[in-house]
């Protein structure tokens, strides 16, 4: 069954018209035909966004109209996709579009909504203190973390060989990949702090990542925030 934000369509009096194909994302290719060349030279990009349409219909005895009104809302509202069969898994929704509703029965209404989804699968990760030298495993695909920095002046956050400087910082700092933005939150106003901060936004790799820290840095918090294709 799906979920959308933690609630079950149930919850909504809806069901699922069939069960749902696996939303999977198309990535960006570019071949280029060179002259004299054997075969195209092929350019990979990113991932482009998902297209994915279901078809719901609402449980019997339900009273279509008012029904229909609030699964719509909450749809429009929905900002995590899931499925009940894979738990700790969802889809980040960027748009929904929901089509009219047939209702040629008074009892019975049906409508299909499509959703544009980000290209990946996310898992629902944690953040994790880092102390010292500590090695993370990305099991899935290269995934852009979310890095709190304790800090008390200048220094050095490192993954496998590459390395962000982090500088003139006197408390913390949020390195956000995803975002592409450092931070501070302060009374719940974000204070940029992207000047504060040398390098290329950080991610993980497939596989092994060696993390460390040097220079005023205290610690780490990361969440790895782990993607799948």
Known sequence: MIIIDNKKIEELQLCLSERPAIPTPEQDVEFIEIKGRNGSLTKKYGFKDMTYSLTFDFLEDTPFKP????A???LFNGKKLAFEDDPGIYYKIKSVSVSEAE????EFGQFTVEFILAPFAYEETE???ITSQTT???PGYE???LIVVHCTGTG???INNKSIT???INGTMTVDSESMNAYRMDNGRIVNLNHHMIGDFPVLGQGKNVIKFDGDITKLEINPRWRWV
């Not at 029904?67 to 609030?70: C, F, L, M, N, P």
């Not at 209702?103 to 008074?106: G, K, T």
């Open 143 to 145: 995934s852009e973390p």
């Open 127 to 129: 953040s994790k203190i």
């Open 103 to 106: 209702n040629e029965i008074m």
């Open 156 to 158: 050095k956050v490192y």
């Open 136 to 138: 993370l495993t990305n």
């Open 72 to 74: 719509k809302l909450a």
């Open 67 to 70: 029904a229909y009104r609030k």
């Open 166 to 168: 982090i500088k003139d």
